[in-house]
């Protein structure tokens, strides 16, 4: 072995030994957190790792840096490679990969000489977005971050032109000076990642892989009956999980999920960048003297609430997921943040002024005004509707909700459902007063007892009357019992309200009898889209019944939906900071020049009138649910 050989063996070990020495820092400070399974279903994980890290599928939904995107991680795949033969060559003169065939090694010589400019091409890009387009979602966190991503953006400049000239010159001090620089170029580089923001390029990968597979809108269920847990919910860094750590090492800072978070676009304190880069930071601060306690006396431990987050970060969170949807690796905000109120209820007994009244209400109730559980099915006493208790011999439970039970606008949308079943001869049933509140905004207001409780009395009286099918026209009730109350020991067939409603017009069994002639826009509930993928079929109906030139989208629609800003408790707290997240989703149903804003959820259909009210258009733009629409048609 030449002196030469010798050389490059003992730098190539000692880069990559200390970058092995930082990422294990980096392992070790994840294993902070709590244990889970997340190497269960490894087909269906594979699956998803390979559509979305190799496919890229989430990148493309934002085409032109989706493209760039995914040339760099195409080209680096197969430029690293090209990097290994160069430095198995350097440590052996005579390797090459040549051994796999003269024409597939020359396929892979072009191929890798295509990537390298495709992946220039890619730099200059992002050079020219970050400093001439400037996206607002782009905004930066600190110097250091934009000094950051240019310092990265420089290094994979030059680890491509240092392949090219050694690829395309024959001179030997042009060859050799390339080589040693792409070499210290690409140890550097992976020594300087477990430092970077983008240390996404090597945590991305496996946060895809280790997703949760579980349904979107799903939380995940508490056992309060565990004695060996001293506290519930997060304060503190040990409280979280390993993945929802992982979850910070991902994040590439991009961005999407500002651009579309509700709370971001009205100026409130939450950012869900912010949030995942913060904890971040704080893993990174705290890392060390929580591994080695012994070596750090005097270090206090911090607080996530208060210290790192705002408690009105943590409340101002409307679930409604837009950020989960948009982000490229799979980070998930939503969770992270009701675990912190989880914390804040439970423990601490803090919450905001107006939650109190309402867990009171819930309580006493089962209900968030207090109103009652004798009137609970006094709305349709008029159209003859029975209870389960004067009928159990049903095939449908028409499961109603706080909403449609008492709010005197939702009873409206309650009576046109039921007189849709009724004309279609559909044999349905109310619990009425034995309906109980399904617990889901106490659970995500953080009050995870009272949601149990909750949701314990209502499988009761559902499994005293067998229900096997129920039929919901609130997504906060379709979701929690189709969802989550599998974790409490009770499946159901829940549906959804609009996929009923089609499906009876599909079978003959509701017929319209006069076209619609207003124009219609419609507004995606969060807890029926993006939890439920459910986009289809309320515009299906609308479309039955209005041409296709009355049905008019708004600019943002189904999984880019914007949230009316009602979820995760939301509805029954005040909206004190920034701007009013459903007054910016009504001017922008406004804009489109529709006379009916259509959703398809209570909580929608207020916020959607409260915002026209605000804007002084109540009187000339209608809003209705689905179910009213086209009951006008048909009825």
């Known amino acids: 072995m030449t002196l030469r050989s010798l050389l490059v063996l003992f730098i190539t070990i000692g880069g990559l030994s200390l970058g092995f020495s930082f990422y294990y820092r980096l392992y070790r400070y994840l294993r902070l957190g ?3 399974n997340r190497f269960d279903h490894l087909l269906e994980r594979s699956k998803i790792f390979f559509i979305n890290v190799i496919g890229q599928k989430k990148m493309f939904k934002d085409k032109k840096p989706g493209l760039g995107h995914a040339f760099v991680f195409w080209g680096f795949c197969i430029i690293t490679i090209g990097t290994l033969e160069m430095i198995l060559n350097g440590i052996v003169p005579s390797f090459s990969l040549e051994f ?13 000489n295509i990537f390298y ?9 992002f050079f020219y977005r970050r400093l001439v387009i400037k996206p607002k979602r782009m905004e930066v966190l600190s110097t250091h971050s934009a000094w950051d991503a240019y310092f990265i953006l420089s290094l994979i400049s030059i680890l491509m032109i240092t392949a090219i000239l050694y690829n395309a010159f024959s001179n030997f001090y042009i060859r050799e000076l390339s080589w040693w620089i792409h070499l210290l170029t690409v140890l ?3 020594c300087y990642l477990p430092f970077s923001k983008h240390l996404h390029v090597v945590a991305a990968a496996p946060n895809v892989f280790f997703t949760t597979l579980t349904p979107r809108g799903r939380l995940k269920k508490i056992d309060l009956t565990d004695e060996t847990q001293t506290s519930f919910g997060v304060n503190k860094l040990e409280d979280f999980t390993w993945k929802q750590l992982l979850d910070s090492y991902a994040c590439t800072e991009c961005g999407r999920c500002n651009e579309f978070c509700p709370t971001y676009n009205t100026g409130k304190p939450l950012k869900p960048r912010s949030l995942i880069v913060d904890l971040r930071h704080h893993l990174e601060a705290k890392g060390y003297s929580l591994r080695h306690p012994e070596r750090s006396e005097g270090s206090s431990p911090t607080k996530m609430i208060g210290e790192i987050f705002s408690e009105d970060l943590i409340w101002d969170c409307t679930t409604c997921g837009a950020c989960i949807e948009a982000c490229p690796v799979f980070i998930e905000h939503v969770e992270k943040i009701v675990d912190m109120r989880r914390n804040l209820v439970l423990m601490q007994g803090k919450m905001e002024p107006e939650a109190q009244k309402v867990f009171t209400n819930f309580e006493n109730y089962s209900n968030p005004w207090g109103l009652p559980q004798s009137s609970r099915g006094d709305w349709a006493k008029e159209l003859g509707i029975k209870t389960l208790s004067e009928n159990p011999n049903v095939e449908y439970l028409f499961y109603v909700g706080c909403a449609g039970s008492y709010d005197a606008r939702a009873k409206k949308v309650s009576m046109a459902f039921a007189k849709l079943l009724l004309k279609a001869n559909v044999n349905f049933g109310i619990l009425g007063s034995e309906e109980r509140c399904n617990g889901e905004s106490c659970r995500r207001m953080g009050n995870e007892y009272l949601g149990q409780q909750l949701i314990s009395e209502n499988i009761k009286t559902l499994q005293k009357y067998s229900v096997k099918k129920i039929l919901a026209t609130c997504p906060h009730c379709f979701n929690t019992l189709k969802n989550e ?4 020991g009770a499946n159901f067939e829940v549906t959804n309200h609009t996929e009923f409603l089609m499906k009876l017009i599909q079978e003959g069994k509701l017929k319209v009898q006069k076209e619609v002639l207003q124009k219609i826009t419609y ?3 969060c807890y029926l889209g993006r939890y439920n993928e459910i986009y289809d079929s309320p515009r299906n109906i609308l479309k039955s019944i209005a041409s296709d030139t009355n049905v008019i989208e708004m600019k943002r629609i189904k999984s880019q939906g914007f949230c009316c800003g009602a979820g995760g408790g939301r509805m029954w707290l005040e909206e004190k900071r920034g701007d009013r997240i459903n007054v910016n989703r009504v001017e922008e149903a406004l804009g489109t020049g529709a006379n009916v804003i259509a959703s398809a959820c209570p909580f929608c259909l207020t916020m959607v009138e409260d915002g026209l009210k605000a804007k002084n258009q109540e009187t000339t ?9 086209l009951a006008a048609a048909v009825v």
Do not use: M, R, T
């Open 34 to 36: 709590k244990n889970e």
């Open 100 to 112: 796999i065939g003269h024409v597939p090694y020359l396929i892979f010589f072009y191929l890798q």
């Open 117 to 125: 400019i495709l992946v220039l091409l890619s730099i200059a890009f």
């Open 188 to 190: 550097g580089f992976f």
């Open 485 to 488: 109350y599998p974790d409490f």
């Open 523 to 525: 507004h995606d509930s």
């Open 621 to 629: 733009i209608h809003a209705q649910d689905i179910a009213e629409i």
